[in-house]
């Protein structure tokens, strides 16, 4: 069975400084995708970053990084120079393959908001 | 390049009553997944289709059902509509692979009354 843990349910940051969002997960699958989404409250879900269960370097995609500790199965999302924009949920989610079918389970999000 | 797009963006019904909601995939994409979003919770994997067929499922009944196109497009029907089927239901396309990222549409925002 696939789990993902997001434990802050909601962060603060300050406007120009980074920021740690925690994702522990839990699989027997040897192959699986991590992902991390932004969700405004305008509804629509944001891909940000991608890590792969085989990849040796950790994902970055501008100021988004993931740190990736396999060994400890954490996922955490890393925003740097955080913006006012960036104010929204954030979802933790793992796509991999269970009992021969696909499957993709979600984290309960973390709320962050950034202070000017 | 076209994105997802799903429709309706609202619907009301009533308990008991039954709904299809519909989903088209961005281009150059042979998967499609749902969720359901309830209020102040993640999205919660419905099930998916690759290539007409199911190649995934979470943990929801029977009366959650669905259909892929050849053109890869897809409706959810739901069945005998509950009160707890509020919610927001969001479509997402991608490739087949576990590493393939998977893009939202804007989501079907689902009242039951």
């Known amino acids: 069975a696939q789990k993902i843990t997001q434990t802050q349910p909601g962060m603060f940051v300050q406007e120009k400084e980074a920021v740690t969002l925690d994702c522990t997960y839990d699989?027997?699958?040897?192959?699986?995708?991590l992902f991390w989404y932004k969700q405004p409250s305008s509804g629509e879900m944001i891909f940000l970053i991608y890590q792969g269960s085989y990849d040796q370097q950790n994902a970055t995609e501008g100021r988004y990084s993931l740190n990736f500790q396999k060994a400890r199965k954490s996922a955490n999302l890393v925003i740097s120079a955080s913006q006012l924009g960036d104010s929204a949920m954030y979802f933790c989610a793992m796509r991999g393959f269970s009992g021969g079918y696909q499957k993709v389970t979600f984290g309960i999000g973390t709320k962050l908001q950034v202070i000017p | 390049e076209t994105g997802v797009t799903q429709s309706p963006t609202h619907l009301i019904k009533t308990r008991g009553q039954q709904v299809t909601l519909r989903c088209s995939s961005q281009s150059g994409h042979n998967t499609v997944s749902w969720y359901q979003q309830a209020l102040g919770q993640g999205p919660q994997f419905i099930f998916q289709?690759?290539?007409?067929?199911?190649?995934g499922r979470g943990n929801f009944p029977p009366r959650f059902s669905g259909l892929q196109f050849p053109n890869y497009s897809s409706e959810l029907n739901v069945n005998a509509l509950e009160l707890d089927d509020s919610a927001l239901y969001l479509c997402?396309?991608?490739?087949?692979?576990?590493?393939?990222?998977?893009?939202f549409g804007p989501g079907t925002r689902l009242l039951v009354l």
């Open positions: 289709y690759y290539r007409e067929e199911e190649n």
């Open positions: 997402a396309s991608s490739g087949a692979g576990v590493g393939e990222t998977q893009y």
């Open positions: 699989t027997s699958d040897p192959s699986y995708g």
